[in-house]
């Protein structure tokens, strides 16, 4: 069995803070892990809005705290995220996601993410990444 907590995780390299400034994750579990898929801690900075296209992955994000809402940008329909909200993204769904509080988001990704990732100019995770060293 493996136990981490998101204290100590936060100090080493699977705290991942995002270069745009929208977001920073905790990765705290990874494709090194074995489990095929990973987990993450995410908090979402208040007045985020960005884009993101995960081509080469699934998603689902879970809103623990936080009001946001998630757009699907081929259809313009808007979904409201309040805790408690599952936002499934089943068709790698182009997206663009606005958060009007600092939301806290449980996020489960299938690929497992290496660990270092950060969005691509196309808001996508390569699948090439470095994994964390911990
Ligand atoms: C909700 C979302 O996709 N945020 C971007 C960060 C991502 N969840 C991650 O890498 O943990």
Redesign the pocket.
Known sequence: MIVRTLQDSEKTDRR?V?PDG??E?M?LLLKNDGMGFSF?I?T?YAGADFQ?H?QHHL?S?YCIAGEGEVETLNDGERYSIAPGTLYILDKHDKHR?RAFTEMK?A?V?NPP?NGQ???NAEGA?ELTAEPVTD
Request: glycine residues 0%; aromatic residues 18%; negative net charge.
């Open positions: 991942i995002s929208n977001w994750s990765r993450h995410t979402i993101m995960y998603e994000v996601l988001m996020c990704f993410l990732e950060v969005h995770y």
